[in-house]
């Protein structure tokens, strides 16, 4: 499995349209985060940019995903092949409740 960063822009600003899509994408990112395809999805403090971190085979599956992206129409996507990915999660051991 290949780990890929995703750098989306949004739009500067936020039509109606736009905001009625919210709910859906955020519905179909935490499908994505349960089967282990979205690892972190962050928003910048100005909301103008979305930094996705995703999990696929090829590039040509995390696009199939995004193709899929309620908000893709207001988005312009950027896609690189990362070297590797770390986060804190990776040393966080599991509780034992012995």
Known sequence: ?????????????????????????????????????VSTYT???????LWV???GDNILEIESYIDKFPMKAFMDIDIEEAMFHHNAAHYVFPMSLN
């Open 43 to 49: 928003l910048s403090i100005d909301r103008t940019t």
């Open 1 to 37: 499995m290949k780990c890929y960063m995703v750098n989306i822009t949004l739009p500067d600003e936020f039509t109606p349209e736009f905001m009625a899509l919210i709910p859906s994408q955020r519905a179909y990112i935490n499908k994505l985060m349960g089967r282990g395809v």
């Open 53 to 55: 971190t995703m999990f």
